[in-house]
């Protein structure tokens, strides 16, 4: 357990809601947002709180991924597209969604071409104006929650772990089924959000993540052609990443976070490849 950082004989489960540091019942000061250390207690100066703001300010990152998925989706050409139809005509899709054989192997000239970028290509892919619409809405309302409260780099740190844990959790779950979309990046960004209004006492803000998280996933087990691996799969990613972040500043290493958050995308990536590998040989 840790330790209070002004006490070092003191154990505490307790951490400052703005700093992070470990602090001791002596050293606890009550705020709107949570528990805070004596120096972040005394702070006269605005701390970034997870709080939605009104303007774009702080949330630039979000902002440019809604972007870049928004102009991939109108590169794939108009219309309603299915992955397995007649009906798709989008080369784009064809060659960005994530399939396991493809993973493996895909012949070319009768060479096997190995296509690991469709486990990234494929989050920004989309299939009709309804589904890139939904995940941009909820991708937009996470990130102007989330993004001003732990900055730029993190954010995006985290969703891209999210989007590789994603794609380990569609190869596990529907290795055969054609997928595309930003969910599991989207669902990472709320495991993040949740866990640090968690950290932060942000009861209010939790709750309604919760209530969010817990109706996507009812969507996502009710509703046929939905992918469950992508968005338990971000899910996962993503928090555990926020828990490595926030347990670097504890530790006052934040490079920690960043080397746990690149070891679980590089498990994810490898992972996935090998299980895709043994899906096609089987």
Request: aromatic residues 8%; positive net charge; hydrophobic residues 45%.
């Amino acid at each position: 357990m840790a330790t209070c950082y002004r006490h070092p004989g003191r154990e505490t489960a307790v951490a400052c809601s703005n700093c992070g540091k470990p602090i001791c019942p002596d050293c606890m000061t009550t705020s709107p947002v949570g528990m805070r250390c004596p120096e972040c207690a005394r702070q006269t100066t605005k701390v970034r709180t997870i709080r939605a703001t009104s303007s774009h300010r702080g949330h630039e990152a979000t902002i440019a991924l809604i972007a870049i998925n928004v102009i991939v989706f109108f590169a794939e050409g108009a219309g309603v597209y299915t992955l397995t139809g007649s009906t798709n005509n989008s080369s784009l899709l064809n060659h960005g969604y994530l399939l396991a054989p493809y993973i493996r192997s895909a012949a070319l000239y009768g060479v096997p071409v190995h296509e690991y970028y469709r486990l990234v290509t494929s989050a920004f892919l989309h299939l009709d104006i309804l589904h890139i619409g939904l995940n941009m809405y909820v991708l937009y309302w996470v990130g102007r929650l989330l993004e001003p409260a732990i900055g730029r780099v993190r954010f995006l740190t985290i969703y891209f772990t999210g989007l590789l844990a994603g794609s380990l959790g569609v190869i596990i779950v529907s290795p055969l089924n054609p997928t595309a979309g930003a969910s599991g990046a989207i669902f990472g960004l709320m495991g993040a959000a949740f866990a640090e209004a968690h950290r932060r006492g942000a009861d209010q803000v939790r709750n309604q993540l919760v209530i969010l998280i817990v109706i996507n996933l009812a969507l996502t087990i009710g509703i046929p052609g939905v992918s469950v691996g992508a968005h338990v799969g971000g899910l996962i990613g993503g928090g555990l990443a926020t828990l490595a972040f926030q347990q670097g500043d504890q530790m006052r290493r934040p490079v920690l976070g960043y080397a746990a958050c690149l070891a679980l995308a590089l498990v994810s990536f490898v992972g996935a490849i090998m299980i895709a590998n043994s899906t096609a040989l089987n």
